[in-house]
């Protein structure tokens, strides 16, 4: 069977609306790409079909696997109950993905947007140092 070779450089990863509040409450700290996926960064946009983007940091990228190794604690970093339950999306996400597929797994962490909001952090300069006042 011929792999697909698929291999490009992302500035940004998209995902479906139905991650968002599994991003935001940290239950999904990985995404599953089929193929090579570069970054020429490591601070990108996570953005989503009609949510607002996210800032996020790469904090790890594993080629090692194919479509057959990802395991179910690879499921559950997605935000998946099940390695069955991922297995099914990713086929329909990537039709021609076979078990020899490699891929790329990308772990993430969301920056914290609250923190640079304005309204709920002012910063406060005092004579020899500064401090953040709530």
């Known amino acids: 069977m011929q792999i697909e070779n698929r291999k490009y450089v992302a500035k940004s990863l998209r995902l479906k609306d139905v991650y968002y509040d599994d991003v935001l409450r940290r239950k999904k700290i990985s995404t599953i790409r089929f193929g090579q996926v570069l970054f020429n ?3 990108i946009e996570l953005t989503f079909e009609s949510k ?5 940091n790469i ?5 090692s ?3 057959a190794s990802i395991s179910e604690g ?6 998946y ?7 099914n999306d990713l086929k329909k996400y990537y039709p021609n993905i076979q078990d020899n597929s490699p891929i790329t797994i990308i772990y993430f962490q969301l920056i914290d947007q609250s923190f640079f909001s304005s309204e709920l952090y ?4 005092t004579t020899d140092k500064s401090t953040f006042k709530t």
Do not use: H, R
Request: no cysteine; proline share 3%.
């Open 41 to 43: 960064d490591v601070l």
């Open 59 to 63: 904090q790890k990228i594993d080629y």
């Open 122 to 125: 002012t910063f406060e300069k």
């Open 65 to 67: 696997k194919t479509f």
């Open 52 to 56: 607002p983007a996210l800032k996020i």
């Open 81 to 87: 109950d099940s390695l069955l339950n991922l297995k």
């Open 74 to 79: 690879d499921a559950i970093n997605d935000g």
